[in-house]
């Protein structure tokens, strides 16, 4: 394909709520600008974007798709993006490798949670950003509503660029507010339109949204406000000129309308995305610990990130990357910054969707794939090795949900290990642990359709099944005074017998003091060389509980006293011996149950705060501070573990999926007396049945 300068590419990540038809609005762009020959529907999963088997099942975006096409001279790259949260991943990750952002917003639903969400993620970024107001053509849609709530949510400087003609059924086409003429589209065509008389109802609208579009334009460049001053207008180029300059500060923020199903108003979106989204030279890219910055430019060194990485079975890992810098070449050696080590490229590709075209190079500004890199990971940094630099990786959020999983069959457990770790790799917001201490494998990620996602994945990709269950909860048991026991034991079976004798004491150590051991013979009265035997006892006996067989922590251990038989002893039995002494210790020491707790942050808008705040409090949620955060409030608190499973999908359950959540672990803290006695119970229960 034609190569393309930096300046004449706009890269573009679509995001919005689900269901706003994102994916429609790529087809209708990639349709009209001769990229495909047809507008697949997200019904029939015959769409450019969507085509894992799970995207056409449930009929949804799941992960980020790229694809390409050209308009006036331009090269367009569109990263259509999830709507759902669980996929937040995806969409950070395509925000993070493009110049602009089109919110994409349901004409009869205007700002839903997932618009106020990525709406978030555009201005942390301080990216430009256009919204789109799709489904024009469908009963209730309502323009001038729509433009009303993003004016509320998001300021003034929200600018109509369109208004419809029409809406719900009789959408037909749009008035172009920059060049003051109506276009009529034909439903389901090219894209083409025809220049018509704009309706009388809509003249004084017209006029007026003009003008406020004039002068906003005027404003951002000193030259053009003293021609409007002078003369009360400005040309469409000149329009395109002030507002670009306002859209690449994030100032002005232009709404353009359009049924992406029928086609109708694409081509004029088309227009302003390329008249409004900067270009990649104007927006250097930073970089790790300098105050340098990557210019889009080919004739420099090379520097690229890999944001996305899609494993297929017949080629391997697709490396999605963007090149920021200079020219990859396909052959050449490269230098990965992140990790210390050299890659050879091999064969590069530019994408629509699924569909790869093979280029010998992708430069400066531009947006491809590699494969077969051996060392390369989502978030690396592939560079030229004699001038080094390190691009920020995504900032991927932690995970909010946990499951335990273990496998439907005996036998699986190397699969699915090798499973779950490829999966990783193609997902930053999907984690997996092993965890000894419970003895379960966890795998955790932003919510339930996200773990069952890539569980579904793991059997049609790997041919491993595996059943999701509750984790259980690492109680620890600790001690609360101090106590000491005798720990005798004798055996005789006619040849050598086994003796071993201590006395040991137990204290209480402060909340997370581990564990000390001390040895305070004297004497002799228990030979040196047993000594560790007895250690290695407590330490056995701590490891498979007293109370109900979880680890005893924080306490301190003193070998006072004991004996020994110059024949019979030996380090078996003096093992055995500090075992019996610490059981019998420690359960006069007045045994207690610890569970973890975990800092909470909540953050959720003003109107459900009563409602979160309640729900926090009956799950023996400790408060610990509040702080408004934008439209948001931010609740700041300390909860068990035990009653957190799920809450995520809880939060967003209460909160009309407004809510979100983070949490850390914090510290052990004693069970209360009812609850421990109910957890005691069920560990004996347990045992009982192994």
Known sequence: MKEYAPDKIRNIALVGHQDTGKTMVSEAILFTTGATSRIGRVEDGNTIMDTTPEEIERQISIQASLAYCEFKNHKINLIDTPGYEDFVGEVLGGLDVVEGAVVVIRAEGGVEVGTEKVWEYVRERGLPAVFCVNKMDKEHAAFDKCLEQLHEHFGRTVLAMQIPIGEGESFKGVIDLVDGKGYEYTAGGKGKSKEIPIPDDLKDKTEKLRRELFETAAENVEALMEKYLESETLTPEEVYQGLSV???????????????????????????????????????????????????????????????????????????????????????????????????????????????????????????????????????????????????????????????????????????????????????????????????????????????????????????????????????????????????????????????????????????????????????????????????????????????????????????????????????????????????????????????????????PEEFMGDVMGDLSGRRGKIQGMEPQGRFNVVRCQVPLAELYRYSTHLRSITQGRGTHKREFSHYEEVPHDSAQKIIEEAKKEKEKE
């Not at 109708?264 to 390329?274: D, K, V």
């Not at 204290?507 to 007895?534: C, T």
């Open 246 to 604: 306002g859209v690449a500060a994030g100032d002005i923020f232009p709404v353009f309308c359009m049924s992406a199903e029928s086609n109708i108003g694409t081509s004029h979106f088309l227009e302003g995305l390329i008249g409004l989204v900067p270009p990649p030279t104007l927006r250097p890219q930073k970089l790790v610990d300098s105050e340098d910055t990557l210019q889009a430019d080919m004739s420099k060194s090379p520097a690229a990130k890999i944001f996305k990485n899609v494993s297929e079975s017949h080629v391997g890992d697709m490396l999605y990357l963007r090149a920021y810098q200079g020219t990859l070449a396909g052959g050449n050696d490269i230098f990965n910054s992140t990790r210390n080590a050299s890659e050879r490229l091999g064969q590069l590709f530019f994408l629509q969707g699924k569909n790869r075209t093979e280029t010998e190079k992708i430069g400066a500004g531009d947006i491809g794939a590699a494969v077969k890199l051996k060392s390369a990971r989502i978030g690396d940094t592939l560079c030229d090795r004699s001038k080094p630099v390190t691009i920020p990786p995504t900032d991927y959020p932690l995970p909010s949900i946990y499951s335990a999983i273990a496998g439907a069959a005996k036998g699986d457990e190397d699969k699915i290990g090798a499973g779950l770790n490829r999966l990783k790799e193609e997902d930053p917001t999907f984690d997996v642990k092993v965890d000894n201490e419970i003895r379960q494998t966890l795998i955790s990620g932003q919510g339930e359709l996200h773990l069952e996602i890539l569980v579904g994945r793991l059997k049609s990709r790997y041919g491993v099944e595996v059943v999701m269950s509750k984790p259980r909860i690492p109680y620890k048991e600790t001690i609360a005074k101090t106590a000491q026991a005798q720990g005798k034991y004798k055996k005789q079976t006619g040849g050598r017998g086994q003796y071993g004798d201590v006395w040991l004491k137990v204290e209480p150590l402060p909340r997370g003091g581990d564990f000390e051991f001390v040895n305070a013979i004297v004497g002799g009265v228990v030979p040196g060389k047993f000594i560790p035997a007895v250690e290695k006892g407590v330490v056995a006996a701590m490891s498979e509980g007293v109370l109900a067989g979880y680890p005893v922590v924080d306490l301190k251990v003193t070998l006072y006293d004991g004996g020994y038989h110059t024949v019979d002893s030996s380090e078996q039995a003096f093992k055995v011996a500090g075992s019996m002494s610490f059981k019998k210790a420690a359960t006069d020491a007045k045994l207690v149950l610890l569970e973890p707790i975990m800092n909470v942050e909540v953050k959720v």
